[in-house]
Structure formats: structure tokens, C-alpha cells
């Protein structure tokens, strides 16, 4: 008896740490455009205004927002603090369902300088890369928490 409760309880265990998983890969999604979904984190987030500018997170630049030119998404928008002695930027680059998501998250938290700002930066702590489904978030900024509980929000 106690084996097959032990067989019953293992099963179990591995169901939920599977669900767990394909949730975190693709399970949640996130519809709408991304300047939108700027607008929704901004407006959620218990934090204090920061006047920003948005534009396309490309070839180009995305090695300066998302610290590697190696990072692959179908989709890029950037939100940073107009005045450039605000260390603030927030990110949102859509990923095709073929993505390895964590691997480019980790590739994103190696190689992002929070400190790319001129005479400013933010502590290690306050840099967050996150993701819901095909949407991943980086968020560089002295309210990072506020800003990634918002981000969150989106997949209610």
C-alpha cells in the first residue's frame, strides 16, 4: 500500500512540475500592441511618473538595450526616460514559439549594463528579465519591482 501511495504522490508531483513549466514557456499570452501594453505597465504600476520616449528596439540598437546583438525576437519596443540622468528603461521584444525563452532571458541578464546611462545606473538588483509566454520584459530602473508586479498583471 505504501508503495503505490508513493507511486500515486511521485505522478502527481511530476504532473504539476510539468504544468509548471509549460506555463512558464508558452502556456500565458499576451495579445495586443506593445506600445498598449507600455501604456497598461505604466498606468498599473505603483510608482512615480518618469516622462519617456518609445521606439523600435532593432538591429541597430538592440546590442545597447538588450546588451547582445545575438538576441533574436520578431518584435522589439523600448521605453527610456527622455531626460538621460534618469536611469530608467524598460524593454519588450516578442519571441517566435521555436525561442529558447530562458536561454535568451539569460543572455539578455549577462550582458545587459545597467549602468549605460551618462554618470548613472542602477544596482543589479533593480534589473529584472522576466517573461509571460513569447513576451519577454527586461526592466532597468529604481522601480524595477513595480514596474515587473505591473508587467505581471498583463497575463491576468
Not at 508558452?26 to 498599473?44: M, Q
Not at 541578464?109 to 517573461?131: F, M, Q, S, T, Y
Request: proline letters at 3%.
Amino acid at each position: 500500500m505504501k508503495n503505490f501511495l508513493s507511486i500515486i504522490f511521485f505522478a502527481a508531483l511530476m504532473a504539476s512540475m510539468a504544468a509548471c513549466g509549460s506555463q512558464a514557456q508558452g502556456g500565458a499570452h499576451v495579445e495586443g500592441e506593445l506600445t498598449d501594453l507600455f501604456k497598461k505597465i505604466y498606468e498599473e504600476a505603483d510608482a512615480p511618473f518618469v516622462g519617456t520616449s518609445e521606439f523600435a528596439v532593432n538591429d541597430s540598437n538592440k546590442a545597447g538595450m538588450l546588451g547582445s546583438a545575438e538576441v533574436q525576437f520578431t518584435e522589439g519596443l523600448a521605453s527610456e526616460a527622455a531626460i538621460m540622468t534618469i536611469p530608467h528603461s524598460m524593454v519588450l521584444i516578442r519571441v517566435d514559439s521555436k525561442t529558447d525563452i530562458e536561454k535568451t532571458k539569460q543572455l539578455i541578464r549577462d550582458n545587459v549594463d545597467p549602468r549605460k546611462w551618462i554618470c548613472v545606473g542602477v544596482d543589479p538588483e533593480n534589473v529584472i528579465v522576466d517573461n509571460i509566454g513569447g513576451l519577454i520584459f527586461l526592466v532597468m530602473s529604481e522601480n524595477a519591482k513595480a514596474y515587473h508586479d505591473s508587467f505581471l498583471k498583463l497575463a491576468e
